[in-house]
């Protein structure tokens, strides 16, 4: 079964800082992988998509992401945080059976110092 | 941008009543998806929906829930009889399969009382 799985359930960074969030992920085939993010009391926003083009993707607000297959990784980026960037992040895998849901991590919070 | 919209966003209800959110998917898309998260946890996947019937459905998703498109436009999820456990934000998504890029509503937030 394919899942992701988010090192760090809160990770916390100075304003101007590189923003580092961690994301594995587990596939038997080449995976649909995404990032989202979620601000408090609101939906989920798509920040970035991999979905086998370009190994480096970019994504809105000024993130990207690096689709590593050695290291079975989806990390993803920012080189400066900014303190409107302080929300919840899931990465997720597209499930290549059924109807293709989408399976979740458990989410990284971001809190930005100022 | 076309967005999935749902309504309403803010339910309260009282345990053991019936309940139904809705959503109005993208008008081009195909597949849809109900998903939920309960305060502070990760978003659970509940069901998914294609060419008029359930594709895949988690265990999650019992005897209380059920999914239906009544019209060709909006995808209810109703729960037969709400328990106080049943609350939570729930997601409606669609996708037209591209690249399974799934576009989410925001939300309803769903309170048992």
């Known amino acids: 079964a394919q899942s992701v799985t988010q090192l760090g359930s809160h990770v916390s960074v100075s304003e101007g800082a590189l923003v580092l969030l961690r994301c594995n992920y587990s596939?038997?085939?080449?995976?649909?992988l995404f990032w989202y993010v979620q601000y408090p009391n609101q939906g989920l926003q798509l920040l970035l998509k991999?979905?086998?083009?370009?190994?480096l993707v970019k994504g809105i607000n000024g993130f990207e992401a690096e689709f590593k297959k050695s290291e079975t990784s989806f990390h993803l980026t920012k080189p400066s945080a900014h303190m409107s960037d302080a929300a919840e992040y899931f990465c997720?895998?597209?499930?290549?059976?059924?109807?293709?849901?989408?399976?979740f991590g458990a989410g990284t919070r971001l809190f930005v110092k100022a | 941008e076309p967005e999935v919209t749902q309504t309403p966003s803010h339910q309260v209800t009282q345990m053991g009543q019936e309940v139904i959110l809705r959503c109005v998917p993208i008008s081009n898309h195909l597949y849809f998806y109900w998903y939920r998260q309960i305060l502070g946890q990760k978003v659970e996947f509940l069901v998914s929906f294609y060419n008029n019937e359930i594709s895949e459905k988690s265990e999650i998703f019992d005897d209380q829930f059920s999914v239906e498109r009544p019209d060709g436009s909006n995808f209810t999820l109703k729960i037969r009889s709400t328990k106080l456990e049943d609350s939570a934000m729930y997601f409606c998504a669609s996708s037209d399969g591209v690249e399974r890029k799934q576009y989410f509503g925001p939300g309803t937030r769903l309170t048992v009382t």
């Open positions: 596939s038997s085939v080449p995976p649909y």
């Open positions: 991999y979905t086998s083009a370009a190994t």
């Open positions: 997720a895998v597209s499930d290549h059976t059924g109807g293709f849901k989408t399976i």
